[in-house]
């Protein structure tokens, strides 16, 4: 017993994790393994290479001696065993492959692999068939896998050696697939080419991956076409069970044709003339950048190599096509939706992972190579190694980022050898992470080591690929290091367009004024301008974006805090760069409010204020002005002014996704209060204050639902003080209107706030203002349905509560009819707005695009919504509220509406809302209809959310929502 812990405690110290398991392992061996011992703990998990040597030496105990007499072999051995698992094992079953490793090359792969299925390497003609077939296939394999693992883990070939033999090797075996397929099928009639794609295509294959191929089928001279698709498909089909089918030696990988032309839903064998038709006509930009990597690798390389020739010229001008950077936007975001909860761990899709270098390189490869040949590499290294050269990609950048690349690629290939199995994502146990440090080189402290340096390689490729595009256009425009290379304008403008910028010259002027000097204002625009450029991008509309940002920054450049702010809080700088890329209407806030930047930093900064703290700080405006040196105008201005900001802050909420519909329009119908409040105060101030009054709000102010482009719809109420004549008072209350629209309509930079009182009584005929006993005599002698229907939006909004309260009350009896509306009213209504519909609809507009008018559009919902309340709400207290969802869905609860019908109206509703909304933002200008254009619809159906290529999609939603509103109009309106 002191013996063995003795010996236990001794292989723990020599660096065994598991000493005790490693003692009873080596007791179990029966055999003396102390000369092996140092070697053993070399390796990158001596504990896995003591199991599985101690199982290949019980299974072939000559392999000790073997071991003892070369140490070349003994050395790639123990560091084949001491990171794969899978291969141990592969050992432990064939341990005459052991010899194997004592060659420093090995034959020819092709040629082997068709000798192990029986096949005649000089013409692959099927001799052995079946399962024997594909185990010897397998096996072959895999010896062959074990012997380039050996020479990549001790040293003895570089990285792109390995991707390129595991390549050639694939290759090698979807031949050897291929003459097994022939033993199946009789393709006398037909020639059959495998073209490479993907990582197989470019020669920089992993260790364990889907094989990504094509097939191109051509009939032998007189055969019928048909049938020799028929026969070339199920070759193809068998060829890809040979690799995929499971043996009790496993498979090999998946083959996978997903990259054909119409994907999996497209005939898995084409000839060449429907391949090139199909790439003429049809295909999106992304598969010519799958066509990028396309290399001949198994059956007739005659027939592939003409293949690869023909796809080239279409290649190479993927960037001219009209729709290249839609398509561009849409692989970015096919990439970011395959990331999962694990993507900060994920090597190939996380942030800073192989596919941002892959994508960065191909991408910059397929807008500069159209005139530059030698940019025309397959491979990731080399097509990096040539941008470098030609002066796209800095010599730095090139070199760090081709490091982080080696290094992704080797913990790729050390994960996936340890079970050999598709795998991606770096573990989290602490005996992986070591394996994988000791693996690379690292002694002392393995994980720590390991998790730094992984860490810092992502980190920095993340940050590459991000201004890779954008470093050399600032090179090219501005004085920056004279030993990079520099763009020319002409490339730094064809970069520009291919990234989204219609105005590429224009961009480039923008970028000149912003970065050029030798300020520390030039110096952190160029530090910016990287990354804000690759924002830009991303949004509906880059040039707006990069116009704002200049703009923006030419008025405070000279501001301390503001560009500190942008360098210092990303969160600042990408959310402006969304909202000057999204909203023309946002932009001319921030113009002329640009301190309203340090805004941008927090959701909570950005959250809608309540009106209770509004109205403090503008009644503070008005009573520092008011009676002073500033006058009403002053107080007013500075109340406009305070609106424009938070007009600003409502905005960038509703852009990112802060806010939904109803919040926006409450808190816009809030903040217009507030304004009509303090403005009134100031007028009030400055006419006299010799009666009380009030402001009504009207029409979607009433409703609490206003649009960023709605006009203020109100009505004055007044009543004198005591002891004031009533023509005293008539005439201060139509001088306080008078001036509170003066006020509100003065020149200023400001959004302005029309006041339209053209729903009084009598409209543009009758008095701007009444009494509340004008009002009780009008409306009881003269009131029409449509007034009592106007009067639903009623409410209180600035002035003199106990007032307001009163008016409100007063009109309740006409809006709330107990009793309900007369069959005769309700017809009325039906009349009026059938002929609304008639009459109204602008000249040339098309009425299934029109938010407001159009069939299931705001009118409908609206009137739908007012005629319940008309009919139930003088007995159903609930249905009194002057909001349409608000209302529509108290008649669910009165079991009024069916809950299906207040659904549907529901999102026809919003949906109209958030169009109208995104009209204003988008263009600066108030617009009912969606818009006819195609460029600023897609701006519109992006600010709403849809991705670049979804202009349709939005267009056929809109036309589905509304469609099914109007049939709940016309069944419940109508009586349809």
């Given at each position: 017993?002191?013996?063995?812990?003795?010996?236990?405690?001794?292989?723990?110290?020599?660096?065994?994790?598991?000493?005790?398991?490693?003692?009873?392992?080596?007791?179990?061996?029966?055999?003396?393994?102390?000369?092996?011992?140092?070697?053993?703990?070399?390796?990158?998990?001596?504990?896995?290479?003591?199991?599985?040597?101690?199982?290949?030496?019980?299974?072939?105990?000559?392999?000790?001696?073997?071991?003892?007499?070369?140490?070349?072999?003994?050395?790639?051995?123990?560091?084949?065993?001491?990171?794969?698992?899978?291969?141990?094992?592969?050992?432990?079953?064939?341990?005459?492959?052991?010899?194997?490793?004592?060659?420093?090359?090995?034959?020819?792969?092709?040629?082997?692999?068709?000798?192990?299925?029986?096949?005649?390497?000089?013409?692959?003609?099927?001799?052995?068939?079946?399962?024997?077939?594909?185990?010897?296939?397998?096996?072959?394999?895999?010896?062959?896998?074990?012997?380039?693992?050996?020479?990549?883990?001790?040293?003895?070939?570089?990285l792109q050696e390995v991707m390129s033999e595991l390549s050639d090797l694939a290759g090698a075996a979807l031949e050897a697939a291929l003459a097994i397929a022939r033993a199946e099928v009789d393709a006398s009639e037909v020639r059959l080419a495998v073209v490479g794609m993907g990582k197989c295509g470019a020669r920089e294959l992993n260790y364990i991956s889907d094989v990504d191929v094509i097939f191109v089928a051509e009939p032998?001279?007189?055969?019928?076409?048909?049938?020799?698709?028929?026969?070339?498909?199920?070759?193809?089909?068998?060829?890809?069970?040979?690799?995929?089918?499971?043996?009790?030696?496993?498979?090999?990988?998946?083959?996978?044709?997903?990259?054909?032309?119409?994907?999996?839903?497209?005939?898995?064998?084409?000839?060449?003339?429907?391949?090139?038709?199909?790439?003429?006509?049809?295909?999106?930009?992304?598969?010519?950048?799958?066509?990028?990597?396309?290399?001949?690798?198994?059956?007739?390389?005659?027939?592939?190599?003409?293949?690869?020739?023909?796809?080239?010229?279409?290649?190479?001008?993927?960037?001219?096509?009209?729709?290249?950077?839609?398509?561009?936007?849409?692989?970015?975001?096919?990439?970011?939706?395959?990331?999962?909860?694990?993507?900060?761990?994920?090597?190939?899709?996380?942030?800073?992972?192989?596919?941002?270098?892959?994508?960065?390189?191909?991408?910059?490869?397929?807008?500069?190579?159209?005139?530059?040949?030698?940019?025309?590499?397959?491979?990731?290294?080399?097509?990096?190694?040539?941008?470098?050269?030609?002066?796209?990609?800095?010599?730095?950048?090139?070199?760090?980022?081709?490091?982080?690349?080696?290094?992704?690629?080797?913990?790729?290939?050390?994960?996936?050898?340890?079970?050999?199995?598709?795998?991606?994502?770096?573990?989290?146990?602490?005996?992986?992470?070591?394996?994988?440090?000791?693996?690379?080189?690292?002694?002392?402290?393995?994980?720590?080591?390991?998790?730094?340096?992984?860490?810092?390689?992502?980190?920095?490729?993340?940050?590459?690929?991000?201004?890779?595009?954008?470093?050399?256009?600032?090179?090219?425009?501005?004085?920056?290091?004279?030993?990079?290379?520099?763009?020319?304008?002409?490339?730094?403008?064809?970069?520009?367009?291919?990234?989204?910028?219609?105005?590429?010259?224009?961009?480039?002027?923008?970028?000149?004024?912003?970065?050029?000097?030798?300020?520390?204002?030039?110096?952190?625009?160029?530090?910016?301008?990287?990354?804000?450029?690759?924002?830009?991008?991303?949004?509906?509309?880059?040039?707006?974006?990069?116009?704002?940002?200049?703009?923006?920054?030419?008025?405070?450049?000279?501001?301390?805090?503001?560009?500190?702010?942008?360098?210092?809080?990303?969160?600042?700088?990408?959310?402006?760069?969304?909202?000057?890329?999204?909203?023309?209407?946002?932009?001319?806030?921030?113009?002329?409010?640009?301190?309203?930047?340090?805004?941008?930093?927090?959701?909570?900064?950005?959250?809608?204020?309540?009106?209770?703290?509004?109205?403090?700080?503008?009644?503070?405006?008005?009573?520092?002005?008011?009676?002073?040196?500033?006058?009403?105008?002053?107080?007013?201005?500075?109340?406009?002014?305070?609106?424009?900001?938070?007009?600003?802050?409502?905005?960038?909420?509703?852009?990112?996704?802060?806010?939904?519909?109803?919040?926006?329009?409450?808190?816009?119908?809030?903040?217009?209060?507030?304004?009509?409040?303090?403005?009134?105060?100031?007028?009030?101030?400055?006419?006299?204050?010799?009666?009380?009054?009030?402001?009504?709000?009207?029409?979607?102010?009433?409703?609490?639902?206003?649009?960023?482009?709605?006009?203020?719809?109100?009505?004055?109420?007044?009543?004198?003080?005591?002891?004031?004549?009533?023509?005293?008072?008539?005439?201060?209350?139509?001088?306080?209107?008078?001036?509170?629209?003066?006020?509100?309509?003065?020149?200023?930079?400001?959004?302005?706030?029309?006041?339209?009182?053209?729903?009084?009584?009598?409209?543009?005929?009758?008095?701007?203002?009444?009494?509340?006993?004008?009002?009780?005599?009008?409306?009881?002698?003269?009131?029409?349905?449509?007034?009592?229907?106007?009067?639903?939006?009623?409410?209180?909004?600035?002035?003199?509560?106990?007032?307001?309260?009163?008016?409100?009350?007063?009109?309740?009896?006409?809006?709330?009819?107990?009793?309900?509306?007369?069959?005769?009213?309700?017809?009325?209504?039906?009349?009026?707005?059938?002929?609304?519909?008639?009459?109204?609809?602008?000249?040339?507009?098309?009425?299934?695009?029109?938010?407001?008018?159009?069939?299931?559009?705001?009118?409908?919902?609206?009137?739908?919504?007012?005629?319940?309340?008309?009919?139930?709400?003088?007995?159903?207290?609930?249905?009194?509220?002057?909001?349409?969802?608000?209302?529509?869905?108290?008649?669910?609860?009165?079991?009024?509406?069916?809950?299906?019908?207040?659904?549907?109206?529901?999102?026809?509703?919003?949906?109209?809302?958030?169009?109208?909304?995104?009209?204003?933002?988008?263009?600066?200008?108030?617009?009912?209809?969606?818009?006819?254009?195609?460029?600023?619809?897609?701006?519109?159906?992006?600010?709403?959310?849809?991705?670049?290529?979804?202009?349709?999609?939005?267009?056929?939603?809109?036309?589905?929502?509304?469609?099914?509103?109007?049939?709940?109009?016309?069944?419940?309106?109508?009586?349809?």
């Amino acid at each position: 017993m002191p013996r063995i812990e003795s010996t236990t405690a001794r292989l723990a110290k020599l660096g065994f994790a598991d000493g005790a398991r490693a003692a009873q392992l080596i007791g179990q061996a029966g055999a003396d393994l102390d000369d092996l011992l140092e070697s053993l703990v070399d390796v990158a998990d001596p504990d896995l290479a003591l199991i599985s040597l101690t199982r290949l030496i019980e299974r072939e105990p000559a392999v000790l001696g073997t071991l003892r007499q070369d140490g070349d072999l003994k050395a790639r051995l123990l560091a084949v065993l001491g990171v794969s698992a899978a291969l141990g094992e592969h050992l432990v079953r064939h341990p005459g492959q052991v010899a194997w490793l004592a060659e420093p090359q090995l034959g020819e792969a092709r040629a082997e692999l068709l000798r192990a299925v029986g096949a005649d390497p000089e013409a692959p003609e099927p001799v052995a068939a079946g399962e024997k077939a594909l185990v010897a296939l397998r096996v072959a394999y895999r010896g062959r896998l074990m012997h380039l693992a050996a020479r990549d883990l001790t040293g003895q070939s570089t990285l792109q050696e390995v991707m390129s033999e595991l390549s050639d090797l694939a290759g090698a075996a979807l031949e050897a697939a291929l003459a097994i397929a022939r033993a199946e099928v009789d393709a006398s009639e037909v020639r059959l080419a495998v073209v490479g794609m993907g990582k197989c295509g470019a020669r920089e294959l992993n260790y364990i991956s889907d094989v990504d191929v094509i097939f191109v089928a051509e009939p032998q001279e007189g055969a019928d076409e048909a049938k020799a698709l028929r026969t070339a498909t199920r070759l193809a089909q068998a060829m890809m069970r040979a690799c995929t089918a499971t043996t009790p030696e496993g498979s090999l990988w998946e083959v996978d044709a997903g990259l054909r032309p119409e994907g999996r839903s497209g005939p898995l064998v084409r000839t060449l003339a429907s391949h090139l038709a199909y790439y003429r006509r049809w295909a999106k930009t992304w598969e010519f950048q799958a066509l990028l990597k396309a290399r001949p690798v198994a059956g007739d390389m005659a027939l592939g190599a003409a293949y690869v020739e023909a796809v080239n010229d279409m290649v190479w001008s993927a960037a001219t096509r009209e729709d290249f950077v839609e398509d561009v936007q849409a692989m970015r975001r096919r990439v970011e939706a395959h990331v999962r909860s694990e993507g900060e761990r994920q090597l190939k899709l996380g942030p800073g992972g192989l596919r941002d270098i892959e994508f960065a390189v191909q991408l910059l490869q397929l807008v500069h190579g159209r005139l530059d040949p030698l940019l025309r590499r397959r491979a990731t290294l080399p097509a990096l190694a040539a941008l470098s050269r030609g002066g796209y990609v800095g010599r730095d950048d090139s070199r760090s980022l081709a490091e982080a690349y080696s290094f992704l690629r080797q913990v790729e290939h050390l994960l996936q050898l340890h079970r050999l199995r598709r795998t991606h994502i770096v573990p989290t146990g602490e005996s992986d992470l070591r394996r994988l440090g000791r693996a690379l080189g690292m002694q002392t402290d393995p994980v720590g080591e390991f998790t730094a340096r992984w860490r810092r390689h992502a980190m920095e490729a993340r940050r590459l690929h991000e201004k890779l595009f954008y470093r050399p256009l600032l090179q090219a425009v501005s004085r920056l290091q004279e030993s990079e290379a520099r763009l020319s304008a002409t490339a730094a403008a064809a970069r520009l367009e291919a990234l989204g910028y219609v105005d590429p010259t224009g961009a480039l002027r923008h970028i000149g004024a912003l970065t050029s000097g030798v300020s520390r204002r030039a110096a952190i625009q160029r530090t910016l301008l990287p990354v804000m450029l690759g924002w830009f991008a991303d949004t509906p509309d880059p040039d707006a974006a990069l116009l704002g940002f200049r703009q923006v920054s030419d008025k405070l450049g000279s501001t301390p805090w503001y560009l500190r702010l942008l360098r210092d809080e990303t969160a600042v700088a990408a959310r402006m760069a969304r909202v000057l890329g999204t909203s023309r209407y946002a932009t001319g806030l921030l113009m002329n409010a640009p301190e309203a930047v340090a805004m941008l930093g927090s959701d909570d900064e950005l959250a809608v204020r309540p009106r209770e703290s509004l109205l403090g700080e503008a009644s503070a405006a008005v009573s520092r002005y008011v009676g002073g040196d500033g006058g009403a105008e002053t107080a007013v201005a500075a109340v406009r002014a305070l609106r424009r900001r938070e007009l600003f802050r409502i905005a960038v909420a509703d852009i990112s996704g802060l806010a939904d519909i109803e919040t926006v329009g409450g808190a816009l119908s809030s903040l217009t209060d507030v304004t009509l409040q303090a403005a009134l105060d100031a007028a009030l101030g400055k006419v006299g204050n010799v009666t009380s009054f009030a402001i009504i709000a009207m029409g979607r102010l009433g409703g609490m639902e206003l649009s960023y482009a709605s006009d203020a719809d109100v009505m004055f109420v007044h009543q004198p003080l005591p002891g004031v004549e009533e023509r005293e008072a008539t005439d201060a209350a139509f001088a306080v209107a008078n001036e509170l629209r003066r006020l509100l309509s003065l020149p200023a930079p400001d959004p302005p706030l029309i006041i339209d009182p053209d729903l009084r009584p009598e409209g543009r005929q009758g008095p701007l203002a009444r009494t509340l006993a004008s009002y009780r005599a009008y409306y009881s002698r003269w009131s029409s349905p449509w007034e009592s229907q106007a009067l639903l939006r009623a409410r209180f909004s600035a002035g003199d509560p106990e007032l307001g309260a009163a008016f409100t009350h007063m009109i309740d009896e006409l809006r709330y009819p107990q009793g309900g509306l007369h069959d005769d009213a309700v017809r009325e209504i039906r009349r009026l707005k059938a002929r609304m519909e008639a009459e109204r609809l602008p000249r040339g507009a098309d009425p299934g695009l029109h938010t407001k008018l159009g069939p299931g559009g705001l009118s409908d919902v609206e009137w739908v919504a007012q005629l319940l309340q008309l009919r139930y709400a003088g007995t159903l207290p609930s249905l009194r509220t002057t909001r349409t969802l608000d209302a529509l869905r108290a008649a669910v609860a009165e079991e009024l509406l069916a809950p299906a019908d207040e659904a549907v109206l529901a999102e026809a509703w919003r949906f109209a809302s958030r169009i109208r909304d995104a009209i204003m933002l988008v263009k600066g200008r108030p617009g009912d209809s969606v818009p006819r254009d195609a460029g600023e619809r897609k701006l519109i159906a992006q600010t709403l959310g849809y991705p670049p290529d979804g202009s349709e999609d939005f267009l056929d939603d809109y036309r589905r929502v509304t469609r099914r509103a109007r049939v709940v109009v016309d069944r419940v309106f109508y009586g349809a």
